[in-house]
């Protein structure tokens, strides 16, 4: 089955740009999506299609994804943005299936 | 404004048997797959498989094949998620999310907590 590979950790200084990434074969042909989740709460969408923000999300946060890497860049990062990341793909190729990458721990230094 | 509100908090013997539910607002589901996403304590985000409310079309993740049921009830705009054999490593939050098909899940239920503990 697929693997989404993610950092288990990225650490950033307020005001700074976070870069968290996702690695898989041949990501950059799929659409890959963004989930950040907060202690205690439900994911919520940041990023989809790459690149394309929904509604309500900061243009702080922002995607690309070629090749076999897919990032989620967060730029002047705030105290709120302290969250798990989630990278997400749907792998056609196997069986319809959802796949997820395992997380980045986002801290706010 | 879609809404996904789900069952409460549960606790299981191991053996047994757990059914989460995850009511949808009117037509909020028209085109769209309900997925189920399991989520252990301190551990990332798992697919455990989709189901149709428009044909009863459902794929099951290969982990979960024999053990997981996904359901529709269309009178009460309710999915519901049964997992049998339940084991103590099954403790986890289960989560109901809405999907077009290959494409982002874009609404999520607030998650229900299954434990699991003799």
């Known amino acids: 089955s697929y693997v989404l590979t993610q950092p288990p950790s990225v650490s950033v200084a307020p005001g700074k740009t976070a870069t968290i990434t996702c690695g898989g074969n041949h990501l950059g042909s799929k659409s890959v999506h963004w989930y950040q989740q907060k202690p205690g709460q439900a994911p919520i969408l940041v990023i989809y299609h790459n690149r394309d923000r929904p509604s309500g999300v900061p243009e702080r946060f922002s995607g690309s994804n070629s090749g076999n890497t897919a990032t989620l860049t967060i730029s002047r990062v705030e105290a709120g943005d302290e969250a798990d990341y989630y990278c997400q793909v749907w792998d056609s190729s196997s069986d319809h299936n959802v796949v997820f990458g395992g997380g980045t721990k986002l801290t706010v230094l | 404004q879609v809404h996904l509100v789900q069952s409460g908090a549960e606790v299981k013997k191991p053996g047994a048997s757990v059914k989460v539910s995850c009511k949808a607002s009117?037509?909020?589901?028209?085109?769209?797959?309900l997925h189920w996403v399991r989520q252990a304590p301190g551990q990332g985000l798992e697919w455990m498989g989709w189901f149709s409310p428009n044909n009863g079309a459902s794929n099951y993740a290969q982990k979960f094949r024999g053990r997981v049921t996904m359901t529709w009830d269309a009178s009460f705009s309710t999915a519901h998620m049964e997992l049998s054999s339940l084991r103590s490593d099954d403790t986890a939050v289960f989560y109901c999310?809405?999907?077009?098909?290959?494409?982002?899940?874009?609404?999520w239920g607030q998650g229900s907590l299954v434990t699991v503990s003799s």
């Open positions: 999310a809405r999907a077009e098909y290959g494409d982002n899940i874009d609404s």
């Open positions: 009117e037509n909020t589901l028209v085109g769209y797959y």
